[in-house]
């Protein structure tokens, strides 16, 4: 798969630089976007998203919240076998290819 390219952020805020919008590789930025976003958020894709903050408190939830991000990271085109731990807080680890 080609490498996507979309505006950058940093902390959600766009970056200029030379008074124009720097373009830059956003796999990264659309995987984090992923799994923050709550189904809904988009109206484009109704139901995209794995809304991670659903699960901050939750226990024994590694096995639905790896089907989640699974299923939501291959609807946007990745390759993903997430691995989810716990070891003093929540470790992801999505284990995207292209």
């Known amino acids: 798969m080609a490498n996507r390219f979309d505006v950058l952020l940093n902390g959600n805020d766009l970056v200029i630089q030379d008074n124009d919008i720097v373009l830059a ?3 990264d930025q659309h995987i984090a976007d992923t799994i923050n976003a709550c189904p809904g958020w988009w109206k484009e894709n ?3 998203g794995v809304g991670i903050m659903r699960y901050l ?3 024994n939830v590694q ?3 790896s089907r989640s991000m699974k ?3 291959q609807s ?3 390759s993903s076998n997430p691995i989810i731990t716990y070891n003093n807080g929540l ?3 999505t ?3 292209d």
């Open 25 to 27: 590789e956003s796999d």
């Open 46 to 48: 109704f139901m995209d």
């Open 57 to 59: 408190k939750a226990q």
């Open 63 to 65: 096995q639905e919240l």
């Open 71 to 73: 299923l939501n990271l």
């Open 76 to 78: 946007d085109g990745y």
């Open 91 to 93: 470790i992801i680890d």
């Open 95 to 97: 284990n995207v290819t």
